[in-house]
T-cell receptor, first 115, second 110 residues
Framework: GAVVSQHPSRVICKSGTSVKIECRSL??????MFWYRQFPKQSLMLMAT?????????EQGVEKDKFLINHASLTLSTLTVTSAHPEDSSFYIC???????????FGPGTRLTVT | GQNIDQPTEMTATEGAIVQINCTYQ??????LFWYQQHAGEAPTFLSY????GLEEKGRFSSFLSRSKGYSYLLLKELQMKDSASYLC???????????FGAGTTVTVRA
């Protein structure tokens, strides 16, 4: 099956710093990538949808200037959490889908802790 | 938007059967997914229904009724490793976005 990787798997940063999370599709071309956030014991909440070569579409309530998304190639999307605060501590998960595919393939997630 | 409801928790005995219900109210519908998620890990795909009826895949089966906005995931011959959270997700028509329910935590006891 299709494989999606994320890096790093865990990151701890200080309040006010920025953190970049990478999402890669390893064996297929991901025309669309999705970024989710999941707080403890809650479900996945979609943050944004990114299509290769175009600007990301953010869900209501998600600050686009704080969560910068770049989808520069068909195999890589990045999420940068700028000026991180403790309330940004969460599990960030990406998923990827290829053109005309009904399935989203999820990455293993990145645990972000902001101190 | 989407409104997706599923029970918070369920407990069952090893070897038994458990049925997880999911109801949804959506502005558009283009398929319903079930995912399994173990703590601290990403969701893994279990099943996909877009037409009414039952889809069977080994020990797991999923049912969909579009007119009732209802689905269930049936887990048979429960094993300890089936203890996890099960997420119901509905896909919007046209943009492939998924909206997830809050998840049902299934605990399998010996």
């Amino acid at each position: 099956g299709a494989v999606v990787s994320q890096h790093p798997s865990r990151v701890i940063c200080k309040s006010g710093t920025s953190v970049k999370i990478e999402c890669r599709s390893l064996d297929f071309q991901a025309t669309t990538m999705f970024w989710y956030r999941q707080f403890p014991k809650q479900s996945l909440m979609l943050m944004a949808t990114s299509n290769e070569g175009s600007k990301a579409t953010y869900e209501q309530g998600v600050e686009k200037d704080k969560f910068l998304i770049n989808h520069a190639s068909l195999t890589l999307s990045t999420l940068t959490v700028t000026s991180a605060h403790p309330e940004d501590s969460s599990f960030y998960i990406c998923s990827a889908s290829s053109q005309n595919s009904y399935e989203q393939y999820f990455g293993p997630g990145t645990r972000l802790t902001v101190t | 938007g989407q409104n997706i409801d599923q029970p918070t928790e369920m407990t069952a005995t090893e070897g038994a059967i458990v049925q997880i219900n999911c109801t949804y109210q959506t502005s558009g519908f283009n398929g319903l997914f079930w995912y399994q998620q173990h703590a601290g890990e990403a969701p893994t795909f279990l099943s996909y229904n877009v037409l009414d009826g039952l889809e069977e895949k080994g020990r797991f089966s999923s049912f969909l009724s579009r007119s009732k906005g209802y689905s269930y995931l049936l887990l048979k011959e429960l094993q300890m490793k089936d203890s996890a959270s099960y997420l119901c997700a509905v896909r919007d028509h046209g943009d492939y976005k998924l909206s997830f329910g809050a998840g049902t935590t299934v605990t399998v006891r010996a």
